[in-house]
T-cell receptor, first 112, second 107 residues
Framework: DAGVIQSPRHEVTEMGQEVTLRCKPISGHDYLFWYRQTMMRGLELLIYFNNNVPIDDSGMPEDRFSAKMPNASFSTLKIQPSEPRDSAVYFC??????????FGQGTRLTVV | QKEVEQNSGPLSVPEGAIASLNCTYSDRGSQSFFWYRQYSGKSPELIMFIYSNGDKEDGRFTAQLNKASQYVSLLIRDSQPSDSATYLCATHNDMRFGAGTRLTVKP
C-alpha cells in the first residue's frame, strides 16, 4: 500500500477563499483522523471518523471548518472562508481497529 | 476537554546521555498510550505503544506508564544525534496528542 495520501502538499490561498484538503486512507483502515499542527498549539485533533461516520468533531475550530468522508477511501477537510490564522500543516492519519496511526505527508496551508 | 500535557522544551542532552521525556494526562479513562517521533518537516512516526503500568523496553527506548499518577514517560538511552526530533505522546483511545517535546542531542 502507498500509505496515507494527502493532496495538495502545499496550498497558498488568499483570505476569504475556500480551501479543500483531501485524504486517501490506507485501504482497510476503519478510523480516519484530521489534525492541524502549528508551533503555538502543537498537533491538534480536529475530527475523527469510524467507518465513515464522524465520531468526535469537538476539535473543529468553528463553523468555517467542515469535514466529510463519503466513502472508506476518501475524506475532505474544507475551510470556507479561509483566514490567515488557519495557516498550518494539516495532517490526515488512519488506523485499523485503534492500532498504530499512520500519517500522511501533510498539507502545508498558507493563507495570505 | 481531555488534556495531554508535555514540556515543549527544548531539551538538550550530550551524545551518549539518557534523554527523559514526560507526558501527563487528565483523562483517567485513558488506559494506553503511544509515543511518536517527528523529524522537522516530516510526519509523526510510531516509536512505542504502552498499555500496562510499569516499563516497556524496545532497544534504546523505554516507555514507562504510571496510571495512578497519570503520567507516561520515554527514556532514550545512549542518545544519538539522529534522535534529535520532536517527541509526541498520544492517548490510544482517541488519538489526542500532547504539544510535543523538542529534543536536541549534541555530538
Amino acid at each position: 500500500d502507498a500509505g496515507v495520501i494527502q493532496s495538495p502538499r502545499h496550498e497558498v490561498t488568499e483570505m476569504g477563499q475556500e480551501v479543500t484538503l483531501r485524504c486517501k486512507p490506507i485501504s482497510g483502515h476503519d478510523y480516519l483522523f484530521w489534525y492541524r499542527q502549528t508551533m503555538m498549539r502543537g498537533l491538534e485533533l480536529l475530527i475523527y471518523f469510524n467507518n465513515n461516520v464522524p465520531i468526535d468533531d469537538s476539535g473543529m475550530p468553528e463553523d468555517r471548518f467542515s469535514a466529510k468522508m463519503p466513502n472508506a477511501s476518501f475524506s475532505t477537510l474544507k475551510i470556507q472562508p479561509s483566514e490567515p490564522r488557519d495557516s498550518a500543516v494539516y495532517f490526515c492519519a488512519s488506523t485499523f481497529g485503534g492500532s498504530e496511526a499512520f500519517f500522511g505527508q501533510g498539507t502545508r496551508l498558507t493563507v495570505v | 476537554q481531555k488534556e495531554v500535557e508535555q514540556n515543549s522544551g527544548p531539551l538538550s542532552v550530550p551524545e551518549g546521555a539518557i534523554a527523559s521525556l514526560n507526558c501527563t494526562y487528565s483523562d483517567r479513562g485513558s488506559q494506553s498510550f503511544f509515543w511518536y517521533r517527528q523529524y522537522s518537516g516530516k510526519s509523526p512516526e510510531l516509536i512505542m505503544f504502552i498499555y500496562s503500568n510499569g516499563d516497556k523496553e524496545d532497544g534504546r527506548f523505554t516507555a514507562q506508564l504510571n496510571k495512578a499518577s497519570q503520567y507516561v514517560s520515554l527514556l532514550i538511552r545512549d542518545s544519538q544525534p539522529s534522535d534529535s526530533a520532536t517527541y509526541l505522546c498520544a492517548t490510544h483511545n482517541d488519538m489526542r496528542f500532547g504539544a510535543g517535546t523538542r529534543l536536541t542531542v549534541k555530538p
